[in-house]
């Protein structure tokens, strides 16, 4: 009996080390959490004053969100376009409900949260999101966002400046986990990280719903400002 | 003194003093008074006249019987409202009566009201009832109380005098006969001092600051002052301001005590005006009267005559007060101050420039040029062309103060600063003169003795929050006993860091966030003004210690580590939930 609770302890150890102990592929989920710890303690002392500690249970898996009308700022954060995708959306200032990003409820809207960078900060990164459907499931602006490549481009006008981004990362996220702390960075070069839902799921029933995140991480091109 | 004897001395005195008490009161051949007034319900003037609006019903006592006088307003068949002015006359308005103005107004018997009391009497009634009833009985009832002293027809035929006669401009309101209780009186007598002082009609002053043709560039302000016919002044008046040419209009305004200023600012040359206007009650109230009202005659109201209605309306004057002036170039000031006193050769020069009157739009490229060297100060004529030593411009589109590119003067001497600002349009030409002091600048050999300073310099903190103050500390070691040396200190940036550091950063063409100065007169630890930071991105300070007779200038690089801040947005505490998929369970 002995021998073999020490032989289970043993083959234990050995995934823990395998896990921690993987390379690491960028943006990934799961065991890319895992990564983060390894790394030595200084730098993530460094880091982690730029960003938060630690991720929220999610609260709207399996219920819809309905942002109240006093975190919605309608049209103060200018336009977003995506010319490959043929997009164009007005942006709104959004706020958070609580631990959640309030998102307009308007499906061809999209917020930007106003914790986060501005357009025309020169560090850390601005976060916008926008519903992928409505509730019947009617794409919305945001709903080929999966389909954009690395290296388009995007570009966000507010209060008369331009600001012009390249894609360089598309990753997908589990809901039940939530996003990268990363994603919500105050330090670093200035990126905009452009967020929805992904992976929709079809229950028996005929019910719907989404269980990841999307996000698109693009780099602010140098001297993209114009006014 | 027995007891009986000490009565009767009692009984006398009583007797005595009783007498003199009756002669007093009731004095052979005066105005024989009446009983006491009192106020008596509506409803018993009202069984005389069913036109009343609003006032009060006084009900007394006279020697011919029991009397009741209505004051307060009346309705006309046409439902304009008015005040009754004759005595005892029928208070209904005969509906061929007509309205007249009230110049030249005479009472029942004919006697003449003066001007000013009939103007009194329209501001009282504009200010207090101008769209007819002041909607309160005892309002209405001063005014009515006004009405019958300034008319001075208030005594019956039987010689009672129900209401004092006389009332005057800057008199006081006297109560009807025997008095009157209640707020009427004292409202009264606040309406009539204040129309007394407020009388129409209005004058409206305009006084210029400052005469001749206004230079563009400059503003020029206008007192305007609204006096009464009483040459009180009259706060409260609203005033209202039309202009020509190109100006900026002031907007209307309500005067003050201390009278009240506008300023108009020219925007191009040429010619302008500003009229004032204020409106004000006029000289003359209105009247309903019939055709055929004639006074009297006699020595006391009479009963069933037509009567003449003051109509309760506002009836304005407005007076008008107008100045012109042309507008001419601008002619800027310039004041001027070379960066410093005495340096040692090699020392950059700056000149201090201040500039103020510069017409709204210019946009030139003003000249600096430093004269030197001299052997004694510079006087007046010392500027010629062959002793330039050095010419820098700058561009120049606002007033304020900048300090201009450095000159480098490499010779003792004495060097001196002039200024010219090209002209344009709108702007004359200005040349500042040579040889002032304060543009002087002694450039002499180092001494033996002349030191270098060491300056060390750490900001407040390396990393901070959009929206916290930074500052820079100095540390001064060397400085020579007795030395008064300015520091002057640039907050640079924000630009981006580069893979999230602000090392190793090019700040040659860093935007300039503050800057300031401040003097150092000993070794020791400065401190700079702080500044709010209002955007994220790597800040840096850059300090320079100007020269003197006998340390030289030193300056530290901007985006040393110490001196450098990375500036970053608050970070949320934990990472927020994106709910953005809809959820359905199907049932919808």
Known sequence: MIRMLTL???LLAAVVLVVILRPGTGAVVGPGALLVSARPAARVADRDQFRPAANVRPRYLHSNYRAPSRLVVPGAGGTLRIPSLGVAAPVDVVGLDGTTMAIPNNPHRVGWLKTTATSGDLVGASVLSGHVSDERDVPGTLARLGGLRRGAAIVWVAHGIERRFVVT???????????????????????LNLVTCADRVTTPGGGFHYRSNLVVTARARPHSLRR | MSPSRHRSVLVALLLVVTATFALVVASPGGVRPASAASVAPTASC????????????LKYTSRSGTGFS????LRADNGRVFFCIDYLYDSRIAGNATVIGTHGLVNQFGSRVGAAEVAALNEVISTWAAHGSTGS??????????????MSDG????GTVVYPRGLRVG???RAPVGGLSGPVLDLARSMWSQGSAQRGPWRVSLTASRAGALPLGTTRTYRTTVVSSANQVVPGARVTFTCTGPISCPAPLRTTAAGSTVAVRPAAIGAYSIRATVTGPAADGKLYRVGTWRTHGGGGARNNGVQRGWIAQSTPASATV??????????????????VATVVPGTPLRDLVTVSSLPAGYEQTATATLYGPFDAEPGATSCTPDRIAGRVSFPLVANGSLTTPAVVATQPGYYVWTESLPGDVHTNPVTAPCGLSVETTLVRSAPLTATTPRVHTIASGQHSLVGGRVYDDVRVDGLPSGASVPVEWTLLGPIAPRQGSCAGLDWSHAPVIARGSLVVSHDGTWRTAPTVLRTAGCVTYTERLLASSTSVAVSTRPGVASETVLVTRPVTRVVPEIPSGPFSDGTR
């Open chain 1, 8 to 10: 289970a302890a043993g």
């Open chain 1, 169 to 191: 990362a598309i990753a997908r996220y589990p809901r039940s986990q939530g996003v990268p702390a990363s994603v919500f960075r105050t330090d670093g070069a200035h990126v």
């Open chain 2, 46 to 57: 009202r069984a005389l006249d069913p036109n009343l609006v609003h006032g009060v019903c």
């Open chain 2, 70 to 73: 209505w004051i307060g307003t």
């Open chain 2, 137 to 150: 009985d005892n309002r209405d009832a001063a005014i009515g109380l006004i009405i019958r002293e300034v």
């Open chain 2, 155 to 158: 005594t019956r035929s039987d």
């Open chain 2, 171 to 173: 008199g006081t309101v």
């Open chain 2, 322 to 339: 107008s100045a012109t002036s042309g507008i001419v170039k601008g002619n800027p000031q310039v004041a001027t101050r070379a960066s």
